[in-house]
C-alpha cells in the first residue's frame, strides 16, 4: 500500500512510518493502518491460539482497509497535492479532503463618529514583564495622544486587560465623554461585558473605571491584529521603557 520497502526491526520503526511528510490527512490514514494491524496480529493469533479459530489473511487485510477508510474519511483532516499521497489514500478507498480556499479579508481601521474618541489598545508581554499601549484619534482620524506602561510581570491577557483600563483613565481625565474602546483579544471584549473575566488583582481597579463610566458613553468592539498596528507597536515599546509614558 505504500509503495516502499520497509525496515521493521522495532516497534520505534514501526512508529516512524507516521513521520515521513505524509499531508494531514494521510497521516491519519497511516497511523489507522499500524494501529489496526498491530490489533489484528494480537486478535487473530489469540483466536488461533486459545479458540482454534483460523481466520483467511485476505479477509483480515481487507477488513483493515475497511477500517482505515472510515477513519479516514470521517476525520477532518485535508491532504496536500502530493501525488504520492493522493495514491495512498485512493487505495485504502479514502475520500480525499482538499484543503479550502483561503478567506481573503479586507481589514481597515475605520474612524469613529463625529464627537466621539476611538482607543485602539493591547498587550504584550515576555519572559520578564508585560506591557500595555493605545492610541487614541478623533473623527477625522487626527491623531489625540498616545501612551505605554510597563506593568510588570503578568500575561498578555493582564497586559491587554491593563491597557483598556488605562485608556478609560486617561479619556477620564481629559473629558473624552465619548469613549469607543478597540482590541485584537476578542476575549477582553468579553471580559468588559463580564466581570468575573477580569483578573482578580485588577477588580478594584476596573470598578473605579467602571464609575467613571457611567459618567460616559462607552462602547468595545474587536479589531482584526491587522488593523491594530499602531497599539501593537505601543505595547511592545512599553517592554522597554520603566513607566507609563503619554505622547
Not at 490527512?25 to 479458540?51: D, E, G, L, M, P
Not at 463625529?114 to 504584550?124: E, F, I, P, S
Not at 484619534?137 to 505605554?148: G, H, M, T, V
Request: with cysteine.
Amino acid at each position: 500500500m505504500l509503495d516502499f520497502p520497509l525496515q521493521l526491526q522495532s516497534l520505534e520503526d514501526i512508529w516512524t512510518l507516521c513521520d515521513r511528510g505524509w499531508s494531514p490527512q494521510c497521516k491519519i490514514a497511516v497511523t489507522a493502518a499500524i494501529v489496526n494491524i498491530i490489533y489484528s496480529i494480537w486478535f487473530y493469533r489469540n483466536q488461533a491460539r486459545f479458540h482454534s479459530k483460523v481466520t483467511h489473511w485476505r479477509l483480515v487485510i481487507n477488513g483493515k482497509i475497511s477500517n482505515v477508510a472510515l477513519s479516514g474519511n470521517n476525520t477532518s483532516k485535508t491532504s496536500n497535492s502530493s501525488v504520492r499521497d493522493l495514491l495512498i489514500l485512493k487505495k485504502f478507498n479514502i475520500k480525499i479532503h482538499a484543503p479550502k480556499a483561503p478567506v481573503i479579508k479586507e481589514v481597515i481601521w475605520q474612524p469613529p463618529i463625529a464627537n466621539w474618541v476611538k482607543c485602539n489598545t493591547d498587550g504584550a508581554s515576555n519572559t520578564t514583564s508585560s506591557s500595555c499601549g493605545g492610541i487614541f484619534r478623533n473623527s477625522d482620524a487626527i491623531f489625540l495622544c498616545c501612551f505605554a506602561e510597563n506593568i510588570g510581570g503578568g500575561t498578555a491577557y493582564h497586559a491587554e486587560i491593563s491597557g483598556v483600563l488605562r485608556a478609560i483613565e486617561i479619556a477620564n481625565q481629559r473629558n473624552w465623554m465619548n469613549l469607543w474602546i478597540e482590541t485584537d483579544s476578542a476575549l477582553v471584549v468579553m471580559a468588559l461585558k463580564n466581570v468575573t473575566l477580569i483578573p482578580s488583582n485588577l477588580r478594584n481597579r476596573w470598578n473605579n473605571c467602571r464609575l467613571m463610566l457611567n459618567d460616559m458613553n462607552f462602547i468595545v468592539s474587536h479589531i482584526y491584529r491587522e488593523g491594530n498596528h499602531c497599539a501593537d507597536r505601543l505595547a511592545a515599546l512599553g517592554l522597554t521603557i520603566p513607566n507609563l509614558t503619554i505622547w
